[in-house]
């Protein structure tokens, strides 16, 4: 209606992070097929046409209406011929054939169930799926795949790690890495980022970023504080990467690159307290089975040196596409490079600096937009 026109007359932006996108999707019908889409392309290694469908996917995210006409997508970017199909096929159908045909195909099943475990990416997929495997189950039989130590925990604590995360067990696992890191060092900043800083209330994984404000950081912090944990039976897996930082290199202009910090992946064991407290003793006492009274959850954790904290505060809080906008949008229309280590501008040849993820805004000649509102 009139709500609709006068929307679309004001310009939207090809960029997610010039946009506001809430987790309020009134379009979630097109955006989940949008992503099927790209998830195929992705398992396809076609990047150009995976990034074309999220793109998509995350401008009607941003819409404040749901689309029903052709009409209301008129004038809009990031909508190319292949999208518009789509669109057109869900309004008049309200289903697309495509996207059924992709969520029957047995290399995209194949493909989805594989790339569900931790520790497999599209690569060992296409390996599996060459030797003829098409399920979890029968990757699990096969003994004489050789396995990484991450896959392994991966299919270890297969079924607790594809069940999300929820907000309270969020909240659980933060005291936890607070109380953690705190008593190494008093001082340090533990700051939840990724989908739950974005107010998601489940997520994959739970992330964390870490800083001391203090002179000098402690590249022990990691070491000690996995090293505790283990002591104290909480750790299932850690894998810690060392930092790779090199001072005065230039941010990679690389679109997906990953950064340098310090950090671990890591699987925490989370003690859950039963509800009902009898069934426990009762089955003590009679001898049964133990009842299982923990979850293990995927925790990142991320050591930053704190004059770089605000830039990978802006790139851990994602969303991934959000991030990619952010960094297409610094070098397309203000030949700076930014990734989470920093700020280049390429025409002063200086390194900016932020004391705060609104400063990075300014820097970049962007409003500034809230977590919340980066759902891209
Ligand atoms: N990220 C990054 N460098 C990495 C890994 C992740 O900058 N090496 C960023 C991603 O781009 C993302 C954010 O950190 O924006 C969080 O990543 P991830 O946990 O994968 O995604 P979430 O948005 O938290 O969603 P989920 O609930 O699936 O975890
Ligand atoms: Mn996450
Ligand atoms: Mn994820
Ligand atoms: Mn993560």
Same mark, same amino acid.
């Given at each position: 209606g009139i709500q609709n026109e006068s929307f679309i007359a004001t310009k939207v932006s090809q960029?997610? #992070? $010039?946009r506001k996108t809430t987790l *309020? *999707?009134?379009n979630k019908k097109f955006t989940d097929a949008f992503e099927v889409m790209a998830e195929n392309y992705e398992f396809k290694e076609n990047e150009i046409f995976c990034l074309e469908f999220l793109r998509a996917s995350s401008l009607l995210k941003s819409l404040p209406f749901s689309v029903t006409r052709m009409k209301d997508i $008129?004038?809009?970017? #990031?909508? @190319?011929d292949q999208v518009r199909d789509l669109i057109e096929e869900i309004i008049e159908e309200g289903e697309s054939s495509k996207v059924k045909e992709v969520l029957n195909d047995e290399r995209y099943k194949a493909f989805k169930q594989f790339t569900s475990?931790? @520790?497999?990416g599209v690569k060992t997929s296409e390996k599996w799926y060459r030797m003829g495997l098409r399920t979890v189950e029968e990757v699990k039989a096969d003994k004489t795949l050789k396995l990484s130590k991450m896959q392994k925990a991966g299919f270890l604590y297969y079924e607790d790690l594809v069940s999300c995360v929820s907000k309270a067990e969020a909240d659980a696992v933060s005291l936890i890495v607070k109380n953690t890191v705190c008593s190494f060092l008093p001082d340090a900043l533990v700051t939840i980022t990724g989908g739950f800083r974005r107010g998601? *209330?489940?997520?994959h994984d739970i992330d964390f970023l870490i800083t001391n404000p203090g002179p000098r950081e402690d590249d022990e912090l990691l070491h000690k504080v996995t090293d505790l944990w283990k002591k104290q039976g909480l750790l299932l897996y850690c894998d810690i990467i060392e930092s790779t930082f090199v001072k005065e290199q230039l941010p990679?202009? $690389?679109?997906d690159a990953m950064d340098h910090f310090q950090k671990c992946f890591a699987i925490l064991k989370l003690y859950q307290p039963r509800v009902d407290n009898s069934t426990c003793t009762m089955s003590k006492k009679l001898g049964m089975a133990e009842v299982k009274d923990w979850k293990a959850i995927r925790v990142d954790l991320v050591i930053t040196p704190f004059e770089q904290y605000p830039y990978a505060l802006l790139g851990w809080t994602g969303s991934r596409q959000f991030g990619r906008d952010l960094r297409r949008y610094a070098a397309h229309e203000r030949k700076m490079i930014l990734d989470n280590h920093g700020l280049y501008d390429r025409r002063k040849r200086i390194f900016l600096k932020a004391g705060s993820e609104e400063e990075i805004f300014a820097h970049l000649g962007l409003d500034y937009v809230e977590p919340w509102e980066r759902n891209a």
């Open positions: 960029y997610s #992070c $010039q *309020n *999707n009134y $008129q004038g809009l970017p #990031c909508v @190319g475990v931790f @520790g497999v998601k *209330n489940i997520g990679s202009r $690389q679109v």
